[in-house]
Protein backbone atom coordinates (compact mmCIF):
# COMPACT_ATOMS: atom_id res chain seq x y z
CA UNK A 1 0.00 0.00 0.00
CA UNK A 2 1.01 3.51 -0.60
CA UNK A 3 2.49 5.63 1.74
CA UNK A 4 2.27 8.95 -0.17
CA UNK A 5 -0.17 11.54 0.23
CA UNK A 6 -1.49 13.08 -2.53
CA UNK A 7 -2.57 16.97 -2.88
CA UNK A 8 -3.73 19.32 -5.42
CA UNK A 9 -2.76 22.66 -5.81
CA UNK A 10 -5.98 23.58 -7.28
CA UNK A 11 -5.23 27.23 -8.09
CA UNK A 12 -2.05 25.96 -10.42
CA UNK A 13 -4.17 22.82 -12.40
CA UNK A 14 -4.79 23.92 -15.77
CA UNK A 15 -6.60 20.60 -16.71
CA UNK A 16 -3.86 19.47 -19.01
CA UNK A 17 -4.90 15.34 -17.94
CA UNK A 18 -1.67 14.33 -18.27
CA UNK A 19 -1.96 13.20 -14.77
CA UNK A 20 -4.76 10.79 -15.67
CA UNK A 21 -3.44 9.39 -18.62
CA UNK A 22 -0.48 8.11 -16.88
CA UNK A 23 -2.23 6.90 -13.90
CA UNK A 24 -5.89 7.06 -14.38
CA UNK A 25 -7.27 5.05 -11.60
CA UNK A 26 -5.86 7.24 -9.20
CA UNK A 27 -6.26 11.01 -11.05
CA UNK A 28 -9.25 12.56 -12.89
CA UNK A 29 -10.74 16.01 -13.68
CA UNK A 30 -13.64 17.05 -12.42
CA UNK A 31 -16.26 19.82 -13.74
CA UNK A 32 -14.27 22.73 -13.67
CA UNK A 33 -11.42 20.64 -15.30
CA UNK A 34 -9.27 20.61 -12.18
CA UNK A 35 -7.10 17.76 -11.41
CA UNK A 36 -9.08 15.40 -8.04
CA UNK A 37 -7.84 12.33 -6.53
CA UNK A 38 -10.08 9.38 -7.01
CA UNK A 39 -8.57 6.68 -5.44
CA UNK A 40 -4.77 7.88 -3.62
CA UNK A 41 -3.92 3.91 -3.63
CA UNK A 42 -4.87 3.34 -7.71
CA UNK A 43 -1.36 2.74 -8.53
CA UNK A 44 2.57 2.16 -6.93
CA UNK A 45 4.45 4.59 -5.37
CA UNK A 46 6.44 5.19 -8.73
CA UNK A 47 3.48 5.30 -11.03
CA UNK A 48 2.04 8.06 -9.08
CA UNK A 49 5.36 10.24 -8.78
CA UNK A 50 5.69 9.67 -12.63
CA UNK A 51 2.27 11.59 -12.62
CA UNK A 52 3.23 14.47 -10.66
CA UNK A 53 6.38 15.05 -12.78
CA UNK A 54 4.06 15.26 -15.95
CA UNK A 55 2.19 17.68 -14.82
CA UNK A 56 3.43 20.88 -16.31
CA UNK A 57 2.71 23.17 -13.67
CA UNK A 58 4.04 21.28 -10.76
CA UNK A 59 0.39 21.61 -9.18
CA UNK A 60 0.97 17.54 -7.96
CA UNK A 61 1.98 17.82 -4.33
CA UNK A 62 3.34 14.40 -2.98
CA UNK A 63 4.42 13.63 0.68
CA UNK A 64 5.63 10.77 2.65
CA UNK A 65 2.44 10.30 5.05
CA UNK A 66 4.70 8.55 7.85
CA UNK A 67 7.55 11.32 7.71
CA UNK A 68 5.80 14.63 6.12
CA UNK A 69 8.70 14.97 4.09
CA UNK A 70 7.79 16.60 0.61
CA UNK A 71 9.10 14.01 -2.09
CA UNK A 72 7.38 16.32 -5.00
CA UNK A 73 8.01 18.86 -6.33
Known amino acids: ?3 IKITIDRDKCIGTSNCEMVAP ?7 ER ?3 VKNPHGAD ?3 IMQAAREC ?5 ILLNEETGEQLYP
Open 1 to 3: MSK
Open 25 to 31: RVFGLDA
Open 34 to 36: KAV
Open 45 to 47: DAT
Open 56 to 60: PTKAI
